[in-house]
Protein backbone atom coordinates (compact mmCIF):
# COMPACT_ATOMS: atom_id res chain seq x y z
CA UNK A 1 0.00 0.00 0.00
CA UNK A 2 1.39 3.72 -0.56
CA UNK A 3 0.82 6.14 2.25
CA UNK A 4 0.44 9.72 1.38
CA UNK A 5 0.73 11.98 3.66
CA UNK A 6 -0.67 15.52 3.88
CA UNK A 7 0.55 18.81 5.28
CA UNK A 8 0.08 22.17 5.09
CA UNK A 9 -3.68 22.83 6.44
CA UNK A 10 -4.72 25.67 8.70
CA UNK A 11 -7.07 28.30 9.40
CA UNK A 12 -6.44 31.61 7.28
CA UNK A 13 -8.95 33.91 6.45
CA UNK A 14 -10.80 34.77 3.24
CA UNK A 15 -8.85 36.17 0.60
CA UNK A 16 -5.98 34.38 2.07
CA UNK A 17 -3.47 32.25 0.78
CA UNK A 18 -2.35 28.23 1.76
CA UNK A 19 -0.15 25.49 0.27
CA UNK A 20 -0.86 21.96 0.65
CA UNK A 21 1.60 19.54 0.13
CA UNK A 22 1.26 15.71 -0.56
CA UNK A 23 4.23 13.19 0.33
CA UNK A 24 4.76 9.67 -0.82
CA UNK A 25 7.59 8.59 1.69
CA UNK A 26 7.54 5.12 1.29
CA UNK A 27 7.81 4.59 -2.70
CA UNK A 28 7.62 6.38 -5.37
CA UNK A 29 4.45 7.58 -7.37
CA UNK A 30 6.11 9.37 -10.47
CA UNK A 31 4.34 7.55 -12.58
CA UNK A 32 0.86 8.28 -10.91
CA UNK A 33 -1.65 10.51 -11.56
CA UNK A 34 -2.08 12.17 -8.19
CA UNK A 35 -5.23 13.85 -7.37
CA UNK A 36 -6.67 16.06 -4.20
CA UNK A 37 -9.76 16.03 -3.01
CA UNK A 38 -12.50 17.61 0.10
CA UNK A 39 -14.58 16.93 1.97
CA UNK A 40 -16.92 19.39 4.43
CA UNK A 41 -18.99 18.35 7.18
CA UNK A 42 -22.39 16.54 6.15
CA UNK A 43 -20.95 16.62 2.63
CA UNK A 44 -19.80 13.52 0.30
CA UNK A 45 -15.58 14.15 -1.00
CA UNK A 46 -15.91 15.72 -3.93
CA UNK A 47 -13.01 16.04 -6.65
CA UNK A 48 -10.81 19.83 -6.57
CA UNK A 49 -7.78 18.79 -8.91
CA UNK A 50 -5.72 16.45 -10.73
CA UNK A 51 -1.98 16.50 -12.02
CA UNK A 52 -0.37 13.77 -14.57
CA UNK A 53 2.05 11.77 -13.83
CA UNK A 54 4.55 14.30 -15.45
CA UNK A 55 2.83 17.60 -14.37
CA UNK A 56 2.08 18.91 -17.62
CA UNK A 57 -1.91 18.11 -17.87
CA UNK A 58 -3.86 19.15 -14.81
CA UNK A 59 -7.67 19.38 -14.59
CA UNK A 60 -9.56 21.20 -11.92
CA UNK A 61 -12.90 21.34 -10.92
CA UNK A 62 -15.25 24.42 -11.70
CA UNK A 63 -15.14 25.98 -8.32
CA UNK A 64 -11.61 26.52 -7.87
CA UNK A 65 -10.46 27.29 -11.58
CA UNK A 66 -8.45 30.41 -11.15
CA UNK A 67 -7.71 30.31 -7.36
CA UNK A 68 -5.99 26.89 -6.77
CA UNK A 69 -2.73 25.52 -8.96
CA UNK A 70 -1.25 21.88 -8.57
CA UNK A 71 2.32 21.21 -9.25
CA UNK A 72 4.67 18.58 -8.44
CA UNK A 73 8.17 17.17 -8.24
CA UNK A 74 8.70 13.61 -8.56
CA UNK A 75 12.10 14.13 -7.33
CA UNK A 76 10.89 14.79 -4.23
CA UNK A 77 7.62 12.70 -4.38
CA UNK A 78 6.17 15.59 -3.34
CA UNK A 79 2.76 17.35 -4.81
CA UNK A 80 1.63 20.79 -4.27
CA UNK A 81 -2.13 22.78 -3.96
CA UNK A 82 -1.47 26.48 -3.63
CA UNK A 83 -4.73 27.92 -2.59
CA UNK A 84 -4.91 32.11 -3.13
CA UNK A 85 -8.32 33.96 -2.66
CA UNK A 86 -9.77 31.34 -0.22
CA UNK A 87 -13.24 31.57 0.54
CA UNK A 88 -15.24 30.14 3.23
CA UNK A 89 -17.09 27.37 0.99
CA UNK A 90 -13.68 26.20 0.73
CA UNK A 91 -13.57 25.11 4.54
CA UNK A 92 -13.21 21.19 4.07
CA UNK A 93 -10.94 18.05 5.02
CA UNK A 94 -8.24 17.96 2.15
CA UNK A 95 -6.98 14.28 0.69
CA UNK A 96 -4.34 13.56 -2.10
CA UNK A 97 -4.60 10.75 -3.28
CA UNK A 98 -2.51 8.36 -5.99
CA UNK A 99 -5.32 7.31 -9.03
CA UNK A 100 -5.17 3.44 -10.49
CA UNK A 101 -4.40 4.74 -14.09
CA UNK A 102 -2.94 7.74 -16.15
CA UNK A 103 -6.17 9.80 -16.10
CA UNK A 104 -7.34 12.70 -15.01
CA UNK A 105 -10.04 11.19 -13.59
CA UNK A 106 -12.67 12.91 -10.92
CA UNK A 107 -14.16 10.18 -9.15
CA UNK A 108 -13.63 8.77 -5.74
CA UNK A 109 -13.52 5.39 -6.81
CA UNK A 110 -10.61 5.88 -9.71
CA UNK A 111 -8.08 6.81 -6.75
CA UNK A 112 -6.68 3.55 -4.57
CA UNK A 113 -4.06 4.93 -2.63
CA UNK A 114 -5.35 8.18 -0.21
CA UNK A 115 -3.33 10.46 2.55
CA UNK A 116 -5.07 10.90 6.50
CA UNK A 117 -6.14 14.32 5.17
CA UNK A 118 -5.55 17.58 5.93
CA UNK A 119 -7.65 20.32 7.80
CA UNK A 120 -8.03 23.98 5.90
CA UNK A 121 -10.62 26.47 7.94
CA UNK A 122 -11.38 29.30 6.28
CA UNK A 123 -13.10 32.33 8.33
CA UNK A 124 -15.30 35.13 6.28
Known amino acids: QVQLVESGGGSVQAGGSLRLSCVAP????????IGWFRQAPGKEREFVVA????????NDADSVKGRLTISRDNAKRTVYLQMNSQKPEDRAVYYC?????????????????WGQGTQVTVSA
Open 26 to 33: GRTFSRNT
Open 97 to 113: AAAIGGGLGVGVREYCY
Open 51 to 58: INWSGNIT
